[in-house]
């Protein structure tokens, strides 16, 4: 009897990569003999300062109706985004799981076998895993050597063929913000549709949300993992013209937001104490990587540093790393970045001294 059947897989994943994600603090500990409360995670750019204990409460407020199916499309969570942005909900979808739902949804309402997607890189490879399925072909794009983007490269690839240009700002890994200028660019020369992944935009000191206002073919992905602390929850939501979001509906999963999450996403957005002091803590931080790790740091608007290590390769410094008990991410996983880039996430104080410390170490054996 055959143990699998790779006919029945559909051609368009063949080629796709499998997605590398962050390693997790039990695989480290398993791996080194670690105790996992000693472990430092900074590979996932998660907030350290946890969730709001505001949506811990509301959590545990609402654990007893987990029987009951929640509202199929999240409108409460839809109501609470439109006050945090300012949005009328007629502009606002809530995905999950977290923004990489609100991508899936896009794609399998935008993309048909053949169409073509622009990818700068190095940047988020979920994009292109998720178009793919869909039967998108990837065209990629470098940064320019600075590693900010290259609008007049990203306009050249455009083809008639072009459904999708992805940009991330700020980027992950570089940190780097797009030009509104670039943007504006793109908006007007492309025939397709521009998805804004702002996953990291409360970091940052521009968000592009107002072009929703101005464009018809702009959507904007955000997320509530990482400043809002709720990567567990999994919620994402985008920012859309109205004609899209009506065609977005006829296909987004039903109920794809628990009880639990919604009740969170809302008690959240609600809590600007807690999203003020993380705001703080990752500025302070970067800045800090910034003046204090001896290797080049490129300036960030999120919060993570991406630092090139060279003349040593990304996967020894990783290791280094995980053997002191601190996760941080090799890029090597992302198409574009080389060797010899590392991010990190932004931690408390005393994590990023110890953080600094390792580095200053490796930095000594040049």
Excluded at 54 to 73: L, M, Q, R, T, W
Excluded at 316 to 344: H, M, Q, T
Aim: some cysteine; hydrophobic content about 40%; glycine content about 8%.
């Amino acid at each position: 009897m055959s143990l699998s059947r790779p006919e029945l897989i559909k051609p368009e994943i063949a080629g796709i990569a499998e997605y590398v994600p962050g390693k997790s603090i039990e695989d480290i500990a398993r791996k080194y003999g670690l105790d996992p409360a000693s472990i430092i995670k900074l590979g996932s750019n998660e907030n350290v300062l946890g969730p709001s204990q505001k949506a811990v409460e509301a959590i545990e407020a609402h654990s007893g109706k987990v029987n009951i199916y929640p509202s199929s499309d999240a409108s409460e969570l839809v109501e609470a985004i439109s006050a945090y942005t300012g949005f009328p909900a007629g502009n606002i979808c809530a995905s999950g799981p977290g923004m990489d739902g609100l991508l899936d949804n896009l794609m399998r309402l935008l993309i048909s076998t053949g169409d073509e997607i622009i990818l700068p890189v190095p940047t988020f490879s979920y994009y292109e895993v998720a178009a793919r399925a869909n039967g998108a072909i990837p065209v990629h794009v470098n940064l320019n050597t600075d590693l900010s983007l290259d609008a007049d490269a990203v306009m050249k690839a455009e083809s008639s063929r072009t459904k999708v240009i992805f940009l991330c700002s700020p980027n992950n890994p570089t940190g780097k913000q797009v030009a509104e200028e670039d943007l504006r660019r793109i908006l007007e020369h492309t025939r397709g549709l521009v998805f804004v992944d702002e996953a990291y935009v409360e970091f940052s000191d521009h968000n592009f949300s107002h072009l929703v206002n101005e464009y018809d073919n702009i959507i904007i992905g955000r997320t509530l993992s990482k400043a809002f602390g709720l990567a567990g929850m999994r919620l994402g939501y985008g920012i859309m013209p109205a004609w899209l979001k009506q065609q977005y509906m006829k296909i987004a999963t039903p109920f794809s937001i628990s009880v639990p999450s919604i009740v969170a996403g809302v008690a959240a957005l609600s809590d600007s104490a807690h999203l003020q002091k993380s705001i703080l803590c990752a500025r302070e931080g970067r800045d800090f990587f910034s003046k204090n790790i001896p290797f080049k740091v490129y300036e960030s608007q999120a919060n993570f540093v991406l630092v090139d290590v060279s003349p040593f390769k990304s996967k020894d410094v990783v290791e280094i790393f995980l053997k002191k008990g601190i996760i941080i991410r090799d890029c090597r996983s992302f198409k574009g970045a080389g060797d010899s880039f590392v991010r990190v996430t932004v931690g408390t104080g005393v994590q990023n001294e110890k953080v600094v410390e390792v580095f200053e170490e490796i930095s000594a054996q040049v």
